[in-house]
């Protein structure tokens, strides 16, 4: 098996490499790498998804740069790339830092979804620790990364980095009751979950931690997905 690429962060394609960047639903290429996209590699102005020129656009921001794209639905485009990689073997693929400038996810978010990236696809290095061996970036790492990134949304920012599994949402996040209501509104949204009220007491109040939250969710997708598939 091949070694992972990786490229530093705004590194330009070689010649011949198409150029992956993140775009928005009305495909206008006005900023960061999806401007250098229009310019320079041949994007077209309007098209949102898919390869035009020596380009491939993702969409991770909504229609008219109305904010970013829910992570599941980021992903949902980046399965499609790498299909399409897969299915080009003799072409190159760079691929920027998508869901991660303009958009605003965390990398710890969006890596993961690259786990299965073809060979002929060079990844940013700030995703190699996403990805090194030993990390498997499954659907729990996933899960656990979505969760993270929504935690630092509605903690006043608070950098993924610095979230530890031991941290309550009140006493260490400083988060307060309307904080956790959206909190777990954005999880329920996210993941197609239901969060019920005396639930939401014992995971966010001030008992609860960071490392309890997320493994409730990570058993709460695991029985949606049972669901799905015994339905």
Request: aromatic content about 6%; hydrophobic content about 45%; overall charge negative.
């Amino acid at each position: 098996m091949s070694a992972r690429a990786f490229h530093a962060d705004g590194s330009a394609p070689r010649p011949g490499q198409v150029f992956v960047f993140g775009s928005n639903l009305s495909g206008i290429h006005g900023g960061g790498a999806a401007r250098a996209a229009h310019q320079l590699y041949g994007a077209e102005w309007g098209v949102a998804e898919g390869r035009t020129g020596q380009s491939y656009a993702i969409p991770t921001v909504k229609e008219k740069i109305a904010g970013p794209l829910p992570l599941e639905r980021i992903k949902e485009g980046v399965d499609r790339f790498l299909a399409h990689a897969a299915q080009h073997p003799g072409a190159e693929f760079l691929v920027t830092r998508v869901g991660c400038v303009l958009a605003g996810h965390s990398d710890a978010a969006i890596a993961p979804m690259f786990a299965a990236a073809p060979a002929n696809c060079s990844l940013p290095a700030t995703w190699r620790e996403y990805l090194s061996e030993g990390k498997p970036a499954d659907l729990i790492n996933t899960i656990k990364a979505r969760v993270l990134q929504l935690i630092s949304e509605h903690a006043n920012d608070t950098p993924v980095h610095e979230i530890q599994d031991d941290h309550g949402f009140e006493a260490d996040l400083g988060m307060d009751s309307l904080d956790r209501a959206e909190l777990r509104m954005g999880l329920e949204d996210e993941f197609g979950i239901l969060i019920e009220e005396e639930e939401e007491d014992a995971l966010l109040a001030s008992a609860g931690t960071v490392a309890q939250l997320v493994n409730w969710v990570e058993a709460a997708v695991a029985r949606k997905e049972a669901a799905h598939v015994a339905g």
